[in-house]
């Protein structure tokens, strides 16, 4: 079984920052990548960004390009997002998801493809 714990989030001003963090544990982590997804009441659950562990390529949504950046640090098991320019519009709750490193038909940035989940952590951005 695998393990995910975020933390970082938190109360933002519009054109702030926040990092989050998910740190992954277990004896069967052997993901293939990691990402984010957000979701607000009412809406379903968005990709926000995604990492293949093995090399660094990277995926992220239209509206988080050149804002946002995930990043890992592979002795740690723990993958980053680093939100810069924060907008109201990126209120959420943020979740952190890896996927079982073995069913890697799906693309990176669909939420079918992972298998373990976060909690969710609320990222609440001000105007």
């Known amino acids: 079984q695998v393990q995910l714990v975020e933390s970082g989030g938190g109360l933002a001003q519009a054109g702030g920052s926040l990092r989050l963090s998910c740190a992954a544990s277990?004896?069967?982590?052997?993901?293939?990548?990691m990402g984010w997804f957000r979701q607000v009441p009412g809406k379903e659950r968005e990709f926000v960004a995604a990492?293949?562990?093995?090399?660094?390529?990277?995926r992220y949504t239209d509206s988080v390009k050149g804002r946002f950046t995930i990043s890992k640090d592979s002795a740690k098991n723990t993958v980053y997002l680093q939100m810069n320019s924060l907008k109201p519009e990126d209120t959420a709750v943020y979740y952190c998801?890896?996927?079982?490193?073995?069913?890697?038909?799906?693309?990176?940035?669909?939420?079918?493809?992972?298998?373990?989940w976060g909690q969710g952590t609320q990222v609440t951005v001000s105007s």
């Open positions: 998801a890896a996927d079982n490193g073995i069913n890697l038909v799906l693309g990176i940035w669909i939420s079918q493809r992972y298998d373990y």
């Open positions: 277990g004896r069967s982590f052997k993901s293939y990548a």
């Open positions: 990492i293949i562990l093995d090399g660094g390529r990277t």
